[in-house]
């Protein structure tokens, strides 16, 4: 995708993701007889500057979460091109891969299930540092201590277990883990779904302080588009596996020419009476993935959709200023 490629031109890109594609095979029929192919995530492009937040935004299904885990390399995309720093990531094997995942970081959705109940909080923050470096016992726990106030814990946390925490605690912890390594980019699967949402806006400011103070560069999923507006400077909508609009956060905002990302906003409650726009109601849900419809994929759901839309995919092209949409309106 050339037009993504140019996008944001003006940053460094410290990462970069070329037709990005995953698709699993899924036994299925009587005597798992008959496999059918789920295109996951289908040709995905993006870009990420360095100290920079791309927001992935979409509903449950549409690929974001394969697209993070792919990123990392902790599931193997089917083909496609990813690149950090400029270093072909699909490549690395062995030691090289080792060294580029201290980089790379994942914090998980829910901090109840990724984190182990029967580990101390030393245990679970210390463990990468005991798997990757050579330091001390005592070094590793001062570190830990360190990435606890840096989260906004106490330090005095180090030895009690997941159960004595509260939602928002564990996920600081999970950060606390993620940045052990003292990595350059991390992807944020859903952070604050799994909490309560007094607790979710401390949890992004502290992510937020958190880029500023260590430089880092943030992979942000979300199927909350108002969350993913308030953390991001870039957005991509997605939908069954493929980018739908794509462009500056602010103006995807202000500006969205999908139809799925004008659903989406819709959606969103707002108390601005300027703001507020008459409520688009999708039907039915997102198609399933093993069997997209024809044409543009989300034409069984769009309100706006022709006899075109049922028969040609739509492209996603620079409608100006770096504002990729992918539609044939
Ligand atoms: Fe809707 Fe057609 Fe645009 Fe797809 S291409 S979003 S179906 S108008």
């Not at 180090?158 to 990595?183: K, M, T």
């Not at 069954?240 to 906003?265: C, R, S, V, W």
């Amino acid at each position: 995708m050339k037009e993504i490629a140019d996008a944001g031109r003006a940053y460094d890109a410290q990462v970069e993701v070329k037709n990005l594609v995953k698709h699993f095979t899924q036994a299925g029929g009587f005597l798992r007889r008959n496999p059918s192919i789920v295109r996951a995530v289908d040709g995905v492009s993006l870009k990420i500057e360095h100290k920079r937040t791309l927001g992935l935004v979409g509903e449950s299904g549409c690929g974001k979460t394969t697209i993070g885990r792919c990123i990392l390399r902790l599931i193997e995309p089917t083909s496609g091109e990813v690149y950090f720093e400029g270093t072909d990531v699909l490549g690395l094997s062995g030691r090289r891969l080792r060294k580029m995942r201290r980089d790379m970081q994942m914090v998980f959705q829910n901090p109840f299930s990724s984190l182990d109940p029967r580990m101390s909080v030393l245990s679970i923050v210390g463990e990468p540092l005991q798997t990757h470096t050579s330091l001390s016992h005592s070094d590793i726990r001062d570190r830990v201590v360190e990435l606890l106030e840096q989260v906004g814990m106490s330090g005095e946390h180090i030895y009690r277990y997941p159960h004595e925490f509260s939602g928002g605690q564990l996920q600081r912890i999970a950060v606390a883990r993620a940045l052990a390594l003292n990595p350059k980019f991390l992807v944020l699967d859903e952070p604050t779904a799994a909490l309560d949402v007094s607790v979710q806006a401390q949890v992004i400011a502290q992510l937020m302080q958190l880029q500023r103070e260590l430089e880092l560069t943030y992979l942000f999923i979300s199927h909350n588009l108002t969350l993913v507006h308030y953390i991001s400077d870039t957005i991509a909508v997605t939908y069954l596996g493929k980018i739908m609009e794509y462009a500056d956060a602010d103006e995807i905002f202000d500006n969205p020419l999908h139809p799925y990302t004008q659903a989406l906003l819709s959606a969103t409650p707002s108390l601005d009476r300027e703001l507020r726009q008459e409520r688009v109601i999708l039907a039915g849900g997102v198609p399933d993935p093993a069997n997209p419809p024809p044409g543009c994929v989300f034409h069984p759901r769009c309100p706006r959709a022709t006899e075109r839309c049922t028969k040609v995919e739509p492209h996603l092209v620079d409608v100006g200023g770096g504002h990729l949409v992918s539609c044939h309106l």
